[in-house]
């Protein structure tokens, strides 16, 4: 493999990483709005069928990927859990 086709595999890499960032903090934006929307109607900050549902949901679309899907789960339970940190502490602040 010649130095080019590396660089090349590594400019993919950091343009997915990249959008990676970039869509997170979109979804944290949204996820904080929910949080405040929660706080402000007496809602919990967790709840836990509907995050079943979204690991399930998500577990399937790795299968679907070809990605492991017990990755996946990982990756969605920590972004899960910052969401209910996040969620929390609005509550708190209300």
């Known amino acids: 493999m010649s130095d080019e086709t590396l660089a ?3 400019e993919s890499i ?3 990483d990249a959008a990676l960032v970039f869509m997170l903090a979109e ?3 949204i996820t904080q709005a929910v949080g405040r929307f929660k706080a402000e109607n007496g809602l919990p900050p ?3 069928g509907r995050e079943e549902r979204q690991i ?3 577990r399937s679309l790795a299968k679907s990927a ?3 899907p017990d990755f996946s789960e990982k990756f969605l339970r920590f972004v ?3 969401v209910i940190r996040h969620h929390e ?3 708190v602040e209300s």
Do not use: M
């Open 89 to 91: 502490r609005v509550r």
């Open 56 to 58: 399930a949901r998500l």
């Open 14 to 16: 950091d343009n997915i």
């Open 8 to 10: 090349g595999y590594r």
């Open 27 to 29: 979804r944290f934006k």
């Open 46 to 48: 967790a709840d836990p």
């Open 66 to 68: 070809n990605l492991d």
């Open 80 to 82: 899960i859990d910052e």
